[in-house]
């Protein structure tokens, strides 16, 4: 098993940024992928962003390119999510999640999930 932690959610103004945290306990942190997600009111959950085990390779949602960054800290069990230029449609709840495939955009490839931690970008 591996419990995730988001925190870093909150309120942000158009263009501002904000970093999202989600730290692992559980087995081995390096083990996993770990991806983002994010889930507005009445839709889909939809990929964000992903990252491989050792933090080299990383892909994101073309929504997302060029303005977020996800990064991980295997010595601290913890993956991060840089926001800039935040948008009002990037309103949702994040979630952080970990699976053992790098590279899905689907949320059922991934086996553990973190609770979301809400993100709200005013105009």
């Known amino acids: 098993q591996v419990q995730l932690v988001e925190s870093g959610g909150g309120l942000a103004q158009a263009g501002g940024s904000l970093r999202l945290s989600c730290a692992a306990s559980g087995r081995t942190f390096s083990d996993y992928a770990m991806g983002w997600f994010r889930q507005a009111p009445e839709k889909e959950r939809e990929f964000v962003a992903t990252?491989?085990?050792?933090?080299?390779?990383?892909y994101y949602a073309d929504s997302v390119k060029g303005r977020f960054t996800i990064s991980r800290d295997n010595a601290k069990n913890t993956v991060y999510l840089q926001m800039n230029s935040l948008k009002p449609d990037d309103t949702a709840v994040y979630y952080c999640a970990a699976g053992l495939n790098f590279g899905s955009v689907s949320p059922r490839t991934y086996d553990y999930w973190g609770q979301g931690t809400q993100v709200t970008v005013s105009s």
């Open positions: 990252i491989d085990w050792s933090g080299a390779y990383t």
